[in-house]
């Protein structure tokens, strides 16, 4: 019998290119991030190029003497590929082609690459094919030459794969049954939402820029075994865990996806049903990566994608976290929490802070509750035990003696079983 064919995954050597707009702007530190993004893709960095230019080149990115050294660069190095820093437009990416007469990649489809090799739930699946569908509409006429290439590679993978030669009908029929399937996952969040909201169990949602630690956080705190690796976007689809804290109080912890430099609108919108975890959420666990060099600006990158997101006015701790990873110690601020602690969620660094802090917050929201209920009043006493943080039981001869702090909403109607004549 003849063996079974065998196939390949093709290791792409490419070239990233970026467009500098102003003296000392981030495009050195943004290439240095797309090359760990295609590093995750799967692709070998075999070098880099950066243009210096007042706008970017409306037709071809870079102008046309930098692309005669991509693409003498391209023959040096043996590169199969370029990947550029920004979003392409359909005019720019078949022209690139054109000119270089090799495959090019923008930052863009990296990214939607590796969230189609990481989603693992008919959720992100939806979500991701969706963004890959809308990225690709736009681009039919461009990516001509390159979807009839055999082989696979960076833009190649996920869900999307088998959609890769459909005609815009096609598409956009799929995008609106993506769309209808979307739209039941939403009514069900929103219907474990208000559940949530119901039970009085407070939410925090832990957000970060990608690779700064959340998932080995909430492992750490509630032993959730959700991967954790050292590169970027390791886990893609949420994770919520219950946290009981030693008072006795539960909080949900909810993961949410990593935040990263030029976010593609397709995502944010694809995922915004995920990402607005965060904008329910009663409190935001904000973790940064303190041996990360660009901390402060990947910091100011997950605020305004909160802002963007509608995320204001909610209860803030941030952790520095990887302290184990620090030489010296670090002066570490931040303006817009409402309190900052220094962590190691791989060590178990400050962990205990984090918990204190997080009752303390969990106490703000609570108003403290003393009396004696009749022994006929069990259930509210039960209600305490399970929405309130229990200080103090006693069983008297004319009742249970309670001394707790219990939620705002509830104290009211807790009060009024209470015997008359109070403790």
Known sequence: MPEPLKIEEVTERVILVGVSLQENDDTEDSLAELGELAETAGALVVGSAIQNRESVHP????????????????????????????ELSPAQLRNMEDALEC????????????????????????????????????????????????????????????????????????????????????????????????????????????????????????????????????????????????????????????????LPHHLIEAFRSTLEEAKYADIIIHVVDSSNPQREKQMYIVYETLRNLGVSGKKTITLFNKQDKLVENEILKDAYADKTLKISARTGEGMPQLLEALEEFLREDKQLLEGIFPYGKGSQVSQIRKYGELLEEDYRENGIYVKAFVPTELYHNLGKGMCSSGS
């Open 59 to 86: 037709g071809t990115y870079v102008g046309k003497g930098k692309l005669q050294e991509l693409r003498q660069l391209a023959a040096e190095l043996d590169a199969t590929g370029i990947i550029c820093d920004d």
């Open 103 to 262: 495959k090019v990649m923008d930052r863009t489809l990296v990214i939607l690459d590796i969230f189609a090799a990481r989603a693992s739930t008919s959720e992100g699946k939806i979500q991701v094919e969706l963004a890959q569908l809308k990225y690709r509409l736009g681009r039919l006429a461009g990516l001509g030459t390159s979807l009839s290439r055999l082989g696979g590679g960076i833009g190649t993978r996920g869900p999307g794969e088998k959609k890769l030669e459909m005609d815009r009908r096609l598409i956009k029929n799929r995008i609106s049954q993506l769309n209808r399937e979307l739209s039941q996952v939403k009514m069900h969040r929103e219907v474990t939402r208000s559940q949530r909201e119901r039970s009085q169990v407070k939410v925090a949602a832990i957000v970060g820029y990608t690779n700064a630690g959340k998932s080995t956080l909430l492992n750490h705190l509630t032993h959730a075994s959700v991967l954790e690796e050292d590169k970027l976007f390791a886990t893609l689809d949420p994770t919520t865990r219950n946290l009981k804290l030693d008072s006795g109080q539960e909080l949900l912890l909810t993961d949410t996806v990593g935040f990263i430099r030029k």
